[in-house]
């Protein structure tokens, strides 16, 4: 796949689970306005609040919602970019927060979104590396060359010995770490 087409797809799914979430997590919030506060923590009272929410059909769609979001993109793309990409949501949330439950957004909440924002932008820049291919691809390539520098010392009439199975002598100085290790001679004694 074309890195156009990867990163058009990726930002796709992103926008798709950007939604969803959002509208999820609104969803659950409604759910639980409409079900009520719990004031009675009584087994009897506490057990008619969980049918009371279970029963709720804006829950089981927020909370459906937010399943989906979460499959379409991790399925997809690294959580070390997922997470912080689709912090963007947080705008989306109090968008929805204001229009549909009617909440009231001071300025100081409206200026964390920003802040957030601007850091997804940031995060935005760099590469989703689609299911961890980029990690793959990263260790393929160091091994690649291992295995170039393996051959090219063969071609020198080095052997099979490389800088990677160098052995440390105990004077050397990188074996200092290794000494304290090391077991100690039996004395006299």
Known sequence: MSPTRLRTKT?????LMVLFGSLGNVLLSRGMKETGEIVDFSPGALAGAFVKVFMN??????IGSLLVSYLLL???????????????????VALLGYFMLGEFIPLTRWTGVVLICAGVALVGRTEPSPSGS????????????AQARQGEASRNGEGPRGAELETLTPASPEAA????CAPRPKGRG
Do not use: K, N, T
Request: proline share 4%; hydrophobic share 45%.
């Open 11 to 15: 930002y796709l799914l992103l926008a």
């Open 134 to 145: 980029g990690r793959r691809d990263s260790q393929r390539a160091g091994a690649r060359e």
């Open 177 to 180: 770490p290794y000494r304290a």
């Open 74 to 92: 991790l399925s997809w793309a690294d959580f070390s970019y997922v997470q912080p990409a689709s912090a963007v949501g947080y705008a989306l």
């Open 57 to 62: 059909g804006a829950i089981w769609f927020g």
